[in-house]
């Protein structure tokens, strides 16, 4: 029983030494962060308790994979609540083998970081912004997305 006991142990706190922080950005850092001359954009906001959002992840692990070599990023935009995101968040992130960079938005007042994103948003989650560089253009979708309809977006923008 010591042995397993000790086991346990030594797999969780090395489970814990090898999570990477998750930097808390405000609204007006995610989007200095996504500004950009030369790399397009993919921001989802999203919530590990918001079933829609945890369902479409793999949608952005694609994307990840399929635009690495070029310049566009995608960057997931937790919602999580403050208390949950250093450790819930971050061991989601690990059993979920999310790809894309994740922050977490330390902004907590909707009224505020809403209308920074887009004047559509209702608010609702998962939301997804993809940015045209050097313009500041952009392209909002409000609840789940595809791979495909990313793509397309990403596409008609670089053109």
Known sequence: MKCLLVFVFVLFTSCLATA????AM??????????S??????I???ATWCAP?????PVFNK???RFANMPIKVLLVSLDFKQDYQIKLNTF???????????WLSDTNPNVFVPKVDNTWEGSIPATVVVRPGTGDKEF???????????????EMNK
């Open 20 to 23: 990477q922080p998750i930097p």
């Open 93 to 103: 992130l690990q059993r979920k083998n999310i790809l894309p960079d994740v922050v």
């Open 37 to 42: 001359k030369d790399t397009t954009y993919i």
């Open 44 to 46: 989802n906001f999203w």
């Open 63 to 65: 994307l990840q994979k």
């Open 53 to 57: 959002c945890v369902e479409e992840l």
């Open 26 to 35: 405000s609204i007006d850092e995610v989007i200095k962060r996504t500004s």
């Open 141 to 155: 979708i409000e609840g789940q997305v595809t791979e495909r309809q990313i793509i397309g977006i990403v596409d």
